[in-house]
């Protein structure tokens, strides 16, 4: 274990995003997006077991053989820790592990627009962040649980699997929970959160028709509430929520979020030009009357437009965050058109 977790220190001291441990494969890293091996020592059945083994509790490694497959988190005392999720592939042991910095990060070191720090000023109302994997969601959402947590008297709930960033409590109360250890599951920590005095609750993520169901009466009955939504682009986010429900029930749906949504921010992470790392795109819905009107109406496919004129309520698109990142020589037209959303007239733009 001790030679493993020096491999992590390098890991980290190389600023890789994630590690992947393969039977058959050299140990590999992702450094700014780009799988990179860093040995020529192909892993053996026997280290890969090995490895995995040695990382869990006894507990967590007979749920591993039961399941297949398992989340949980690792750390390495005052340096990192790791969001791991272990699997069997071809019957042998595997893992990736996502490198999560001790520290959690600050809106302002992160240089996320001040939009962001305008929603953590609500009392009330539901925030999304979305994306692919991979894309910084997870950092977002916890700088925006840290700027509560400093400046904020609030008590903040977290349902977390696993939990990611660890908070200390600072001007706000913060409690932790992590499915699977602390509570079965998103749906029964979200029900016992209501009776848990919070003012704020953040979900991991919102997969299934009831934690979105209870994360919206949330929202409804006075609680901050954030979470992510594994797609990109507000209007999509939308329809997704919406279509997790049978039909007599969407038209309810959109009314109750069209009441509760107050932004939806969508990132992706996009190589710099001078390949120091990778800068985050984003695009950012307010809910204004307009986007709220829309979204009750079932007139999802506008969203985008509103978005477009939307400056003054602090809005932009994804692909005029990619313009301007082009613009201000961050990154490439290529890499600004790989992750446009209209990739023609991007390239009539420029």
């Known amino acids: 274990m001790i030679e493993f977790n020096d491999f992590l220190r390098k890991a980290i001291e190389l600023k890789a995003s994630d590690i992947h441990i393969t039977a058959g494969i050299p140990p590999t890293l992702r450094i700014n997006g780009v799988l990179t091996p860093v040995s020529k020592i192909l892993l053996s059945k026997t280290d890969t077991e090995k490895i995995v083994r040695n990382i869990m509790s006894d507990k967590e490694y007979e749920d591993f053989i039961q399941i ?5 988190s690792y750390n390495i005392s005052k340096l990192a820790r790791f969001r791991v999720n272990a699997f069997f592939q071809q019957g042998k042991h595997a893992m990736v592990m996502r490198v999560i910095p001790i520290t959690p990060p600050n809106l302002d070191d992160l240089k996320l627009p001040y939009v962001l720090k305008k929603f953590t000023n609500l009392l009330s109302g539901l925030i999304l962040v ?3 994997a991979g894309s910084g969601k997870s950092t977002t959402l916890a700088a925006m649980i840290n700027e509560i947590n400093i400046r904020k008297r609030r008590h903040i709930i977290t349902l977390e699997d696993p939990i990611e960033f660890v908070h200390e409590n600072k001007m706000s109360i913060l409690n932790q929970r992590e499915i699977g250890n602390d509570t079965k599951s998103y749906t029964n920590g979200l029900r016992a959160a209501l009776r848990e005095d919070p003012d704020v609750i953040f979900i991991g993520e919102m997969r299934d028709l009831e934690t979105i169901s209870i994360a919206i009466t949330a929202a409804e009955t006075g609680h901050l509430v954030l979470s992510t939504v594994h797609t990109l682009g507000a209007a999509k986010t939308v329809d997704r929520i919406v ?4 039909p ?3 038209n309810q749906i959109k009314l109750q979020l069209s009441n ?4 939806i921010v969508s990132q992706q992470l996009v190589q ?18 307009a986007i709220r009107n829309l979204i009750r109406e079932g007139k999802t496919h506008q969203i985008d437009s509103i978005i477009q004129t939307g400056r003054m309520s602090n809005m932009i698109t994804m692909d ?3 313009e ?3 613009k201000n020589g961050l990154i490439s037209l290529e890499e600004a058109i790989k992750h446009a959303t209209n990739k023609n007239i991007f390239e009539n733009t420029l």
């Open 130 to 132: 979305t994306g692919p």
């Open 248 to 250: 007599h029930q969407q």
């Open 260 to 263: 509760v949504i107050e932004g």
């Open 68 to 72: 297949g497959e398992l989340d949980f």
């Open 324 to 326: 301007e990142l082009y």
């Open 272 to 289: 710099k030009n001078d390949g120091s790392g990778r800068v985050c795109a984003m695009e950012i819905m307010v809910a204004t009357p």
């Open 320 to 322: 005029s965050s990619l």
């Open 243 to 246: 279509d997790v429900f049978p």
